[in-house]
């Protein structure tokens, strides 16, 4: 049963704190990627990973890490230096990465079903 | 900027009427399109892609794109309640870009 896989489903920051957010694929995807949605907005990239041991900064880096030390796993840790994080939070991943400019089936997104992060 | 544009809606359209959602880019270079479907809370879900001009049908749904206009729109046939949703247009140079999206409702 192939898929991408989000935890936890729900999260809650104090001020301060950071928090990790976990996303697992099984999909044997070489690319990954961290989305943030707001209300009522689309999807702005926050980080994303053409391959293990490389990602690069997205639209809305700031405040926000990620690791990608495993090809299944691409974590994001929200720092305490993120003002706003309140937000829903999407991973997806694809079977091959940007960069491919010629059309290809290789570029369609799959999501996670999301976290959704608030801060007290 | 690269940008892609859509209306945001809401969207009514009566059930078994056809649906009409369209989606503008600035990149003449854009080589992929594709639409997605997000129900509220719920994380968006793939349900067409498109690369070549012209039209491409998948059951009720039919995605029509002019690269020369910039443009590429999501047709549903015989809308139904369940099709009601936020559909998402995406286009990809060296990077998928998300449009704002379109809140459509199925009046029953």
């Known amino acids: 049963d192939g898929g991408i896989t989000q935890s936890p489903k729900y999260l809650f920051r104090k001020e301060g704190q950071n928090v990790t957010l976990s996303c697992e694929q099984n999909?044997?995807?070489?690319?990954m990627y961290w989305y943030r949605q707001d209300p009522g907005q689309g999807l702005r990239l926050i980080y994303y990973s053409q391959i293990v041991n490389d990602f690069q900064k997205g639209d809305i880096a700031e405040g926000y890490s990620v690791s990608r030390e495993k090809k299944e796993s691409f974590p994001l840790t929200v720092t305490s230096a993120q003002k706003n994080p309140t937000a829903f939070y999407l991973c997806a991943s694809s079977i091959a990465g940007s960069g491919r400019r010629e059309p290809s089936s290789y570029n369609e997104q799959f999501f996670g079903p999301g976290t959704r992060l608030t801060v007290l | 900027q690269k940008e892609v544009e859509q209306n945001s809606g809401p969207l009514s359209v009566p059930e078994g009427a056809i649906a009409s959602l369209n989606c503008t880019y600035s990149d003449r270079g854009s080589q992929s399109f594709f639409w997605y479907r997000q129900y509220s809370g719920k994380s968006p879900e793939l349900i067409m892609f498109i690369y070549s001009n012209g039209d491409k049908e998948d059951g009720r749904f039919t995605a029509q794109l002019n690269k020369a206009s910039q443009y590429v729109s999501l047709l549903i046939r015989d809308s139904q309640p369940s099709d009601s949703a936020t559909y998402l247009c995406?286009?990809?140079?060296?990077?998928?870009?998300f449009g704002k999206g379109t809140r459509l409702h199925i009046l029953p």
């Open positions: 995406a286009v990809k140079e060296d990077k998928i870009i």
């Open positions: 999909l044997n995807h070489d690319a």
